[in-house]
């Protein structure tokens, strides 16, 4: 996996000169089996965010383009993630956004057959909710304040945020200012009734839980995605089962994770989906 390296984008945004080539050094492949790496859980802004070819080729930009990309929300995030990893020790941080050449095909689909694994094996997930105000993690549904999402954080309603939530060991929780507002492991029994997913799911991941794939499908199914295909695609994780990413499928996808389910564990619950 492709990692950024966290102190030469912090070094960057300081405007401190980097003595090797800034291609090679801000972002760079490592084994995530090996390497210590703090991992980034959000919601993508639609238009914001930044690209891997615009990360790369940051300083070679146009002032006025290189400008533009700093004031966007998508780039803060980056620095405050980074800011986050640096204090909390970690030298690697993975941000899907700009962590993926989604210019390639190959890469991309290697990357989300592997997504699952990748924020299992962080040792650090940054939940980032940017649609809440308060320093404190919301425990009771508002629909005033998250009238679009159920009551609660938009991040709670997306397809991909789900193997998100129960892949790594440890997930941080932050509100829209990085302020760290709780944890998995403490917000479990809010997280139970948020997400319908088992407490001991929660605390202690999949490995050696008999759940039937109508249960594990039954926490996705008020999720959402952009992508009509990706709502096959964020789940390969959690059954763990891979296949090529075909975008422009449409529904065939979920047929496919169907095929794919059934004839790795014969449990014919999917069907009710």
Same mark, same amino acid.
């Given at each position: 996996?492709?990692?950024?390296?966290?102190?030469?984008?912090?070094?960057? @945004?300081?405007?401190?000169?980097?003595?090797?080539?800034?291609?090679?050094?801000?972002?760079?492949?490592?084994?995530?089996?090996?390497?210590?790496?703090? *991992?980034?859980?959000?919601?993508?802004?639609?238009? $914001?965010?930044?690209?891997?070819?615009?990360?790369?080729?940051?300083?070679?930009?146009?002032?006025?383009?290189?400008?533009?990309?700093?004031?966007?929300?998508?780039?803060?995030?980056?620095?405050? %993630?980074?800011?986050?990893?640096?204090?909390?020790?970690?030298?690697?941080?993975?941000?899907?956004?700009? %962590?993926?050449?989604?210019? &390639?095909?190959?890469?991309?689909?290697?990357?989300?057959?592997?997504?699952?694994?990748?924020?299992?094996?962080?040792?650090? %997930?940054?939940?980032?909710?940017?649609?809440?105000?308060?320093? $404190?993690?919301?425990?009771?549904?508002?629909?005033?304040?998250?009238?679009?999402?159920?009551? /609660?954080?938009?991040?709670?309603?997306?397809?991909?945020?789900?193997?998100?939530?129960?892949?790594?060991?440890? $997930?941080?929780?932050?509100?829209?200012?990085? $302020?760290?507002?709780?944890?998995?492991?403490?917000?479990?029994?809010?997280?139970?009734? *948020?997400?319908?997913?088992?407490? &001991?799911?929660?605390?202690?991941?999949?490995?050696?839980?008999?759940?039937?794939?109508?249960?594990?499908? &039954? /926490?996705?199914?008020?999720?959402?995605?952009?992508?009509? @295909?990706?709502?096959?695609?964020?789940?390969?994780?959690?059954?763990?089962?891979?296949?090529?990413?075909?975008?422009?499928?449409?529904?065939?996808?979920?047929?496919?994770?169907?095929?794919?389910?059934?004839?790795?564990?014969?449990?014919? &619950?999917?069907?009710? /989906?």
């Amino acid at each position: 996996m492709k990692l950024l390296n966290v102190e030469v984008v912090l070094n960057r @945004e300081k405007g401190i000169q980097q003595a090797e080539s800034e291609q090679d050094r801000i972002l760079k492949e490592l084994d995530d089996g090996t390497t210590s790496y703090a *991992i980034l859980s959000h919601r993508w802004g639609l238009g $914001v965010e930044v690209t891997y070819e615009e990360m790369i080729g940051f300083m070679t930009l146009e002032d006025r383009k290189r400008d533009e990309v700093k004031k966007r929300y998508g780039y803060q995030k980056i620095i405050k %993630c980074c800011e986050q990893a640096m204090k909390d020790g970690y030298e690697w941080m993975w941000i899907d956004t700009c %962590c993926i050449d989604k210019r &390639s095909s190959a890469e991309l689909s290697e990357a989300i057959n592997a997504m699952y694994r990748w924020y299992q094996n962080a040792q650090m %997930c940054y939940a980032y909710l940017n649609d809440v105000d308060e320093s $404190v993690f919301p425990t009771e549904p508002d629909d005033s304040k998250f009238d679009q999402s159920n009551g /609660w954080p938009e991040w709670f309603m997306r397809g991909w945020t789900l193997q998100e939530l129960i892949a790594p060991e440890q $997930v941080e929780f932050f509100n829209k200012d990085w $302020v760290r507002i709780g944890n998995k492991q403490r917000l479990a029994p809010t997280l139970q009734g *948020i997400t319908g997913i088992p407490r &001991s799911v929660l605390t202690r991941g999949l490995t050696g839980k008999r759940l039937s794939v109508a249960q594990i499908m &039954s /926490w996705a199914a008020y999720r959402e995605t952009t992508r009509e @295909e990706d709502r096959a695609y964020s789940l390969m994780g959690l059954f763990g089962v891979h296949m090529p990413m075909l975008y422009g499928e449409g529904k065939n996808a979920f047929r496919r994770l169907q095929l794919k389910i059934i004839k790795g564990s014969g449990d014919h &619950s999917i069907f009710a /989906w």
